[in-house]
């Protein structure tokens, strides 16, 4: 089956600990996002990477840090430095032109990460 | 990028039909319109996408009139697992990377 995971589903961290948020994808897209959705309010674009070994920072970057060693990974790390990181996070990923006008953003089931 | 203005809720019984319109003025010539649902906890589901016209795939229909200032989600006879978040968003795919902004969505109700 094709699609993309992530885990864990639920996250417990204490405040001041970095965590690291996992996303795989078997889909051969070249493009990974992540976002950050808080109750009740749409998805924030944290940081996007549209090819290996290359990403850039989305509106909310600040407190987060992104790696892209392979196209299959786009691992997130929140770190001490983000001040309210308790939220639900989403990945997602999308082909690249030449492939279908039609294809677009698929999403991961999400992590929720909660700070203690 | 273009914004998107949606309803922030609609409510609507089983059976019926609903049609969900976003405003998004300020369309550029390259953007497309595409629509996603989301249920609680999960991530967003692609449900249909188009540039002008009509489209009409086997889950809704997407109206776009001529000047694309605005779009309409069809959703036909709707059934209470229809009860969702529905995003409207306007980007340029043309190039493939697509720095989609999602608003706060339409929260739509279906009761029996």
């Known amino acids: 089956d094709g699609g993309i995971t992530q885990s864990p589903k639920y996250l417990f961290r204490k405040e001041g600990q970095n965590v690291t948020l996992s996303c795989e994808q078997n889909l051969n897209h070249d493009a990974m996002y992540w976002y950050r959705q808080d109750p009740g309010q749409g998805l924030r674009l944290i940081y996007y990477s549209q090819i290996v070994n290359d990403f850039q920072k989305g509106d909310i970057a600040e407190g987060y840090s992104v790696s892209r060693e392979k196209k299959e990974s786009f ?14 996070y989403l990945c997602a990923s999308s082909s690249l032109p030449g492939l279908l006008v039609t294809d677009t953003q698929y999403f991961g089931p999400g992590t929720r990460l909660t700070v203690l | 990028l273009a914004k998107t203005t949606q309803p922030i809720s609609m409510d609507s019984y089983e059976g ?96 029996p």
């Open chain 1, 75 to 88: 691992p997130l790390t929140v770190t001490s430095a983000q001040k309210n990181p308790t939220a639900f």
């Open chain 2, 16 to 111: 019926q039909e609903v049609n969900i319109t976003c405003s998004h003025n300020n369309i550029a010539t390259n953007d497309y319109i595409t629509w996603y649902q989301q249920f609680p906890s999960q991530g967003p589901r692609f449900i249909i996408q188009g540039y002008k016209t009509k489209v009409t795939n086997e889950v809704a229909s997407l109206f776009i009139p001529a000047d694309r200032k605005s779009s309409t989600l069809s959703l036909p006879r709707v059934s209470l697992s229809d009860t969702a978040v529905y995003y409207c968003l306007v980007g340029d795919i043309g190039t493939g990377f697509q720095k989609l902004v999602f608003g706060t969505g339409t929260r739509l109700l279906v009761s």
